[in-house]
């Protein structure tokens, strides 16, 4: 019911930056887009959040991004953006755009299809 489409990623030297974009495509429109965010996954290793926001709320992010990542919405567009700036090589990632859509009683996580971001050394 939810399309997730990402655009960025790419490969970047160390403490270089780069941004990622998604747009969600509904396509029930009486499904309400609650949460958008990013997570990333390394080969073998579980997918983990990077950070989220919430219509109304305050971004979340993770530890290890904090003070160089920032994640912004437009909640009227349906679009997610992370900006990440000074990155490192163990940013080194596949990451996901994520959104959590439904109704008032029943909430779903939708994926896009991943962008892979590599960080040089």
């Known amino acids: 019911q939810v399309q997730l489409v990402e655009s960025g990623g790419g490969l970047v030297q160390a403490g270089g930056s780069l941004r990622l974009s998604c747009i969600a495509v509904?396509?029930?429109?009486?499904?309400?887009?609650?949460?958008m965010g990013w997570y990333r996954q390394v080969p073998g290793q579980q997918r983990e959040l990077v950070a989220e926001v919430t219509r109304g709320g305050e971004p979340n992010y993770a530890d290890s991004v904090k003070g160089r990542f920032t994640i912004s919405s437009v909640s009227a567009r349906n679009t997610v953006s992370l900006q990440m700036d000074s990155l490192k090589p163990e940013d080194t990632a596949a990451y996901y755009c994520?959104?959590?859509?439904?109704?008032?009683?029943?909430?779903?996580?939708?994926w896009g299809q991943g962008t892979q971001v590599t960080v040089s050394s």
């Open positions: 509904r396509r029930i429109f009486s499904i309400n887009i609650n949460t």
């Open positions: 994520n959104a959590k859509a439904g109704t008032k009683t029943a909430m779903t996580d939708y």
